[in-house]
C-alpha cells in the first residue's frame, strides 16, 4: 500500500474495503470487533453447521478449538451471532456458544447488532442468549460485563415480540412443544421461547 493512499485511508478520504479491514486485522493483532460489518444487506443465506463451527472456533471459542486454522478470515463477532440466531434448526454444540461469543466479545457495536436483528425479528432470540450470557458474567462476578449485558436486554426488551418462537429450533416435535410450554424456565417464557437452555447447561464461560 502507498503512503499516499494510507494517508487518505486516514483522513477518511477512502473507504476501507473488507479486504483491507483483513488484512489490517492480521497485520496490527487487533481484535474482530475492529471489523466494519459486512454491507450485504439481510436476508443472508442459510449457513452450514461446519461455515458456523469453523467462524466460531476462528473467534476462539473453546468448544471447536480443534478447528482452527491460521488461513481463517477472521469476521466481525456480531455477524456470526446474527447469522446463528438467524439459523431455522442449529444443533445444541452451536447453540451452546453463543452466550460465550457474547460475553467474550461483549464491546460489540450493539447498536449495530441490535438494529440488525430488529430487521430481521430476532430480538427475542438475541435477548435470550443475552440474558444467559449475563447471567454467567454475575456468576463470575464480572460487573462491567453483567452491568452492559444488563442494559443490552433493557434495550432489547422495548421490542419484544409477542408471538412464540423457537430458539434455532423449527423442527421441534409437537410433544416437546407442548412439554416445554409448561416446564421452559421464566427468561424463556418471558422472551416467548420454547427452549430448555439454561445458564446451568452453558459449558464454557469466556
Known amino acids: 500500500m502507498s503512503q499516499p493512499y494510507l494517508a ?3 483522513r477518511g478520504r ?10 489490517a486485522v492480521r497485520v496490527y493483532d487487533v481484535p474482530p470487533t475492529a471489523l466494519p460489518p459486512s454491507q450485504r444487506q439481510s436476508p443472508r443465506p442459510p449457513l452450514t453447521a461446519a461455515t458456523l463451527a469453523k467462524d466460531l472456533a476462528g473467534l476462539g471459542y473453546p468448544g ?17 451471532l446474527l447469522a446463528a440466531l438467524a ?6 454444540r452451536l447453540v451452546e456458544a453463543l452466550p460465550w461469543l ?7 457495536d450493539w447498536n449495530w447488532v ?8 430476532l430480538q427475542n432470540r438475541l435477548g435470550f442468549v443475552v440474558g444467559l450470557a449475563c447471567r454467567l458474567a454475575e456468576r463470575a462476578r464480572d460487573e462491567r460485563r453483567a452491568r452492559t449485558l444488563t442494559n443490552l436486554e433493557r434495550e432489547l426488551e422495548r421490542s419484544r415480540l409477542v408471538r412464540e418462537d423457537t430458539l434455532c429450533r423449527a423442527s421441534l416435535p409437537e ?16 422472551w416467548n421461547l420454547l427452549t430448555d437452555w439454561t ?6 464461560i469466556a
Do not use: C, I
Open 199 to 204: 445458564a446451568d447447561a452453558v459449558r464454557y
Open 64 to 80: 471447536f478449538a480443534y478447528l482452527r486454522s491460521r488461513h481463517w478470515k477472521p469476521k466481525n463477532p456480531g455477524e456470526v
Open 175 to 190: 410433544p416437546e412443544r407442548r412439554w416445554l410450554m409448561e416446564h421452559r424456565s421464566e427468561d424463556a417464557r418471558h
Open 14 to 23: 477512502r473507504r476501507l474495503t473488507p479486504e483491507l479491514a483483513l488484512r
Open 8 to 10: 487518505m485511508l486516514e
Open 87 to 92: 439459523q431455522d434448526d442449529l444443533e445444541p
Open 102 to 108: 457474547v460475553l467474550r466479545y461483549w464491546t460489540l
Open 114 to 121: 441490535v438494529q440488525e436483528a430488529k430487521v430481521r425479528d
